[in-house]
């Protein structure tokens, strides 16, 4: 097919998806809406703005002229605000590295990545000291402190840095495909595998939450201009999934809570009164607990919920508070939102059982997602919600491969689709619900049962606090699904009670008579990731020894 080019007239400027670009609009809405730093400071965002350019001073006057890589190690923070836009838009790379891995993994991301300067927060500064010697691409370590009194006089110091360097700096046009970050996600074998994003990627992928997140009429859990935005995932995941780059662009009041403490977000909740969030449902689970402590007034708080499925007990306990909650999908390759659950507000609002069945699947694709459920031979599944497939996907956010990976990155891209990895099926509305991860689906006598819809059954009993399901190897059937149950406090569970509260899904045909599990097992509470999900890889270790 042939297509037609435009010639641009001469002095016709190219522009390009700059991230710069996006940082340059927060001062035009509200500009004197604040960021805020758990209790510890606030500015507003012509500070931001001269802040960033003094990082980009100090990161020029370290010998960095674009092309480097510069790792952040850090809470969630202003600070790490400055630096997903001062890095970037230097023409750097920003590492965004996740403290929670453990230190030799933390080694490898950092060699891999050959991190010029690491940003780090004191309280990981000992893991980064005991590195010495072997981080060779490192020539400065920068020291973040909210107290600048207890720091160690061997370092440069990020506050006293910023304070010496000139509050000019002009942030130069480069090519849209300059890389701008990158991060490390585990799997369940083999070594960190590094993703990585463009400018233009994070600036499409801004206008697509924009988008999603705002445009659609009627339907809940919107973001909006005036919202108050808090972030409650770390911000090394996945840019915080996109969110702070859409929040600062708006000039949205934000608030960063620093170092994870339930007690804290709950203050921070009654204080600035956030109006947006989005986290995982375990951080969910946490400031429930504590506010049985610590009553805290929820009403008129937007979350969204991702990184793991949402269960339809979690999602209820959410709306009996008078929180607005969906749930939402994507991963570390996909930059990351690729889908929403979409629930338009004058559906069956005093239904709970159909708000929470609607707000917990897993959604449909926004505009420029191609999203397919296919099976085995590649053929997409039937839209029944029965057939069980994998999701594939194309989007313009989504990484290109891994870094320094090409065997992994062509694994990933096979056929030309990104293979997600996780079995789901599709309804005729286009809704799609993840069953499982591949890896986790219980195969039981040829049959597939879902972890994820047993553990959406079993959390439904008013006892059970938190549970997931594995499956263990079984000589008859290959697999048994194996249930890890907490149960709430002050109460006790038994197999019966839990096999006969599951006998009314299998009594209404919801669920199959073979996925009732025989075992479960009681625990304090539930093996977790470093991102704060279901560790099931562990799960399975523990149960199989
Ligand atoms: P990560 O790369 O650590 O962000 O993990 C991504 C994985 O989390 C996905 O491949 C899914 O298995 C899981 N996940 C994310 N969102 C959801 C969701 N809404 N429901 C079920 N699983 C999810």
């Not at 002095?11 to 700059?18: I, K, P, R, S």
């Not at 000039?251 to 921070?268: E, I, M, P, R, W």
Request: hydrophobic share 40%; with cysteine; aromatic share 10%.
């Amino acid at each position: 097919m042939n297509i037609m080019k435009i010639t641009p007239a001469p002095g016709a400027y190219n522009f390009q998806l700059l991230i710069k670009n996006i940082l340059a609009y927060s001062l035009i809405l509200e500009p004197e809406r604040e960021i805020v730093y758990s209790n510890k400071s606030r500015y507003n965002y012509y500070t931001l703005n001269k802040r960033v350019r003094q990082l980009a001073n100090v990161l020029q006057e370290l010998g960095l002229d674009g092309g480097a890589t510069v790792a952040v190690m850090d809470y969630d923070s202003h600070r790490y605000l400055e630096c997903y836009f001062a890095v970037p838009m230097t023409g750097n790379v920003l590492h965004t590295i996740n403290w929670r891995l453990s230190p030799a993994q933390i080694l490898y991301t950092i060699r891999h990545a050959k991190d010029e300067i690491i940003i780090v927060h004191e309280d990981f500064l000992p893991i980064i000291e005991g590195f010495a010697g072997q981080m060779p691409s490192v020539k400065h370590i920068i020291v973040t402190t909210d107290d600048i009194a207890t720091v160690k006089n061997n370092f440069l110091h990020y506050e006293p840095l910023l304070r010496s360097s000139s509050e000019e700096y002009t942030f130069p046009d480069f090519d849209e495909e300059a890389i701008a970050t990158m991060f490390y996600t585990t799997g369940t074998t083999g070594d960190p595998k590094g993703v990585y994003y463009s400018h233009r990627q994070l600036v499409l992928h801004t206008y697509h939450l924009a988008a999603s997140f705002g445009f659609v009429a009627g339907a809940t859990g919107r973001m909006s201009s005036d919202d108050v935005y808090m972030p409650l995932t770390s911000m090394f995941h996945v840019h915080a999934w996109g969110f702070p780059y859409l929040a600062t662009m708006y000039s949205l009041k934000q608030v960063y809570t620093g170092k994870f403490d339930a007690g804290n977000v709950l203050q921070l909740i009654r204080d600035e009164r956030p109006t947006f969030s989005h986290c995982v449902p375990t951080v969910l689970q946490m400031l429930f607990k504590k506010e049985e402590e610590m009553p805290t007034d929820f009403s008129g708080w937007k979350i969204i919920s991702g990184g793991a499925a949402l269960s339809e007990s979690l999602a209820k306990r959410a709306l009996e508070r008078g929180i607005d909650i969906r749930a939402s999908y994507g991963m570390s390759e996909t930059c990351p939102v690729i889908c929403g659950a979409y629930i338009p507000l004058s559906c069956k609002d005093n239904d709970m059982a159909w708000q929470t069945a609607n707000r917990t699947r897993t959604g449909i694709p926004p505009a420029f997602v191609e999203m397919r459920v296919v099976d085995e031979e590649g053929n997409d599944v039937p839209h029944d919600d029965i057939a069980k497939g994998e999701i594939i996907v194309r989007a313009p956010w989504l990484t290109q491969g891994y870094l320094h990976d090409h065997e992994r990155g062509a694994q990933l891209w096979a056929g030309g689709y990104l293979h997600t990895g996780d079995v789901a099926t599709v309804n005729k509305h286009n809704s799609i619900r993840i069953a499982d991860r591949i890896k986790d689906v219980i195969k039981s006598g040829g049959e597939w049962i879902s972890s994820i819809a047993l553990e959406n059954y079993i959390g439904l009993h008013p006892y059970v606090a938190e549970v997931a399901v594995v499956g263990i190897v079984d000589a008859k059937w290959g697999e048994r699904p194996c249930a890890l149950v907490v149960p709430a406090a002050g109460h006790t569970l038994t197999t019966e009670m839990l096999q006969e509260h599951l006998q009314q899904y299998i009594d209404n045909g919801e669920m199959s008579k073979w996925a009732l599990p025989e075992r479960f097992e009681w625990v304090a509470a539930i093996p977790k990731t470093s991102v704060g999900k279901i560790d099931k890889k562990e799960i399975r270790r523990l149960l199989n020894e």
